[in-house]
T-cell receptor, first 113, second 114 residues
Framework: GESVGLHLPTLSVQEGDNSIINCAYSNSASDYFIWYKQESGKGPQFIIDIRSNMDKRQGQRVTVLLNKTVKHLSLQIAATQPGDSAVYFCAEKEMGGGFKTIFGAGTRLFVKA | EAQVTQNPRYLITVTGKKLTVTCSQNMNHEYMSWYRQDPGLGLRQIYYSMNVEVTDKGDVPEGYKVSRKEKRNFPLILESPSPNQTSLYFC?????????????FGAGTRLSVL
């Protein structure tokens, strides 16, 4: 498949373990955050989002945590599966900032069987 | 099936030869956007459109043009491509729903400019 990034931070986990992917965002005015997953050869795909009035939001096998004090976002994947292997991007947006979304550089997750 | 379709998926061209990458969405989304993705840099926005005939520059608009004559289509035009425009390009669309902005991406177009 196509490489989306040759110099990305990489996280390697054993199948069945939990994964935690971290993201530091840059704009203190950002108040809406999204995680996307990008598999090899495909476009990014929405996973979960969170607004700044929340600290935590859960989805199916995924949890996003937001710490506004230190401008930090994390994505937790429970019971990681081989199909979770991908590049994960966090994105930030100002709710009053129109359409502009800023994407992080991404983290590559490898799941070892 | 709801989707964003880009064409072509792969393109090799030479410096200065005008090209167009098409993007079409079938979800009746108001917002559309073009990004380029380069190793280690994530996605950078080139241009975006908030509705028909409304377009604006993103972070890296130099060397690109767009148009939004119909709601479903948002072509990216490179009038005189240069090697520094070699990249992976993504088109995305999203529905206008207040502050929420969940974007749906196409599969990408890998462009090489020789």
């Amino acid at each position: 498949g196509e490489s989306v990034g040759l110099h990305l931070p990489t996280l390697s986990v054993q199948e069945g373990d939990n994964s935690i992917i971290n993201c530091a965002y840059s704009n203190s005015a950002s108040d809406y955050f999204i995680w996307y997953k990008q598999e090899s050869g495909k476009g990014p795909q929405f996973i979960i989002d969170i607004r700044s009035n929340m600290d935590k939001r859960q989805g199916q096998r995924v949890t996003v945590l937001l710490n506004k004090t230190v401008k930090h976002l994390s994505l937790q994947i429970a019971a990681t599966q081989p199909g979770d292997s991908a590049v994960y991007f966090c994105a930030e947006k100002e709710m009053g900032g129109g359409f502009k979304t800023i994407f992080g550089a991404g983290t590559r997750l490898f799941v070892k069987a | 099936e709801a989707q964003v379709t880009q064409n072509p998926r792969y393109l090799i061209t030479v410096t200065g030869k005008k090209l167009t990458v098409t993007c079409s969405q079938n979800m009746n989304h108001e917002y559309m956007s073009w990004y380029r993705q380069d190793p280690g840099l994530g996605l950078r926005q080139i241009y975006y459109s908030m509705n028909v005939e409304v377009t604006d520059k993103g972070d890296v608009p130099e060397g690109y043009k767009v148009s939004r004559k119909e709601k479903r289509n948002f072509p990216l035009i490179l009038e005189s491509p240069s090697p520094n425009q070699t990249s992976l390009y993504f088109c995305a669309s999203s529905k206008r729903q207040g502050a929420v902005n969940i974007q749906y991406f196409g599969a990408g177009t890998r462009l090489s400019v020789l």
